[in-house]
């Protein structure tokens, strides 16, 4: 019995299987109802006393043995079947879900790459912002009422001698006092950003949201070319190619005027929407005044150029009839999957 034994544990020492079945036989072999381990237990029995201290310790040793090598086969076969049934990288994944722009990256998107094509570049600045930039160099005069049309956050009052007075820019017409100030004639840029407004007169209002401004400076800029340039972008963004430009004011442009775009009137949102005039005000703008060209240390004598800008929330409400300003900030998924861009 002990060379049987004997002959077992060499044999187990030697055992390979590769797949879950040879190590299944494996176990069926030794440990089943009828496998040799049972077999010689059985034989067990009968052994003369004297020898069953021995052998019963040598029988315990096999036992182990079996037990050890099918740990071994199992952990190992797990191992290969999770590199290759298991994880098969060539199965097709379940959908992930993508997300979508959001509407109002999506028109300005738009927005800047129709200026691009007529050769405007992009330019920005910071959004909290000294008082020059955002009034005094746009010709906005200290303690005139013009101020008031911008409801202003003001959050720093000078309180030493040099200390600037710092709010949050009210319109991106900011920007336009910085490129005048940084760079030279001809100037040809648009400036897309976030504008803080103290608006709390009714619950739709909304402190803070965005615009484009637009600048165009060289010699012998025309209201013609204005009126031009935005007339090709309206037909680019609406589709629609009729416009007309009343007169209107701005301290920093003059002549000013509001740009309206003809909408028509064939449905019945048409009306509501342009209260039955079937005109639509879209932006402001004007020749630089001559001011604030010299202000920013541009010779008026030499160049003129006009402004213009426009709110981003209600260029897109118009583009998608939207019409709650706070579908775009509660961020509510139903809302935003609707829009591709
Ligand atoms: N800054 C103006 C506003 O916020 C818009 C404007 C820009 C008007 C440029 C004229 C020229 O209302």
């Known amino acids: ?79 290969s079947t999770r590199n290759t049934e298991a994880f098969d990288l060539s199965r097709p994944t379940g959908t992930v879900p993508l997300g979508t722009r959001h509407p109002l990256a999506i028109v300005r998107r738009e927005i800047l790459d129709i200026f691009s094509r007529m050769g405007f570049t992009v330019a920005d600045g910071p959004e909290i912002e000294d008082d020059w930039h955002v009034f005094s160099g746009l010709n906005f005069p200290p303690e005139h009422p013009a101020r008031d049309m911008q409801d202003t956050f003001f959050i720093h009052k000078p309180e030493q001698e040099g200390e600037k007075e710092m709010v949050l820019r009210t319109h991106t017409s900011s920007v ?33 949201f965005h615009q484009i401004e637009g600048l165009y400076i060289d010699e012998g800029v025309s209201f013609a070319d204005m009126k031009q340039t935005l007339q090709y972008f309206t037909q680019e963004f609406f589709g629609k190619a009729k416009i007309r430009l009343r007169p209107s004011y701005f301290p920093f442009t003059e002549p ?14 048409d009306y509501r929407i342009t209260k039955g005039t079937g005109w639509l005000e879209i932006m ?23 402004a213009f800008g426009m709110g981003i929330e209600r260029i897109t409400m118009l583009r998608y009839q939207v019409d709650d300003l706070r579908m775009f900030f509660e961020n509510d998924v139903r809302f935003l999957r609707q829009f591709q861009g």
């Open 1 to 79: 019995m002990q060379d049987l034994i004997n002959q077992h544990l060499a044999a187990i020492a030697a055992h390979a299987a590769s797949t879950p079945d040879e190590v299944e036989q494996f176990r069926i072999k030794y440990l089943g109802r009828k496998g040799i381990l049972n077999d010689l237990f059985e034989a067990f029995k009968v052994v003369p006393g004297d020898q069953k201290k021995l052998l019963g310790q040598e029988l315990n040793k096999l036992k182990n043995a079996v037990q050890e090598k099918l740990d071994a086969m199992q952990s190992a076969s797990s191992a």
């Open 176 to 208: 336009q006092v910085r490129a005048m100030e940084n760079q030279k004639p001809p100037i040809r840029i648009v400036m897309p950003g976030r504008v803080y407004r103290n608006e709390a007169v009714s619950s739709r209002a909304h402190c803070q």
């Open 256 to 269: 000013s005027a509001e740009m309206d775009v003809y909408w028509g009137l064939n449905s019945e949102a």
């Open 284 to 306: 402001g703008c004007g020749m630089v005044d001559p001011a604030v060209l010299s202000a920013s240390g541009i010779d008026p004598e030499r160049y003129s150029g006009f």
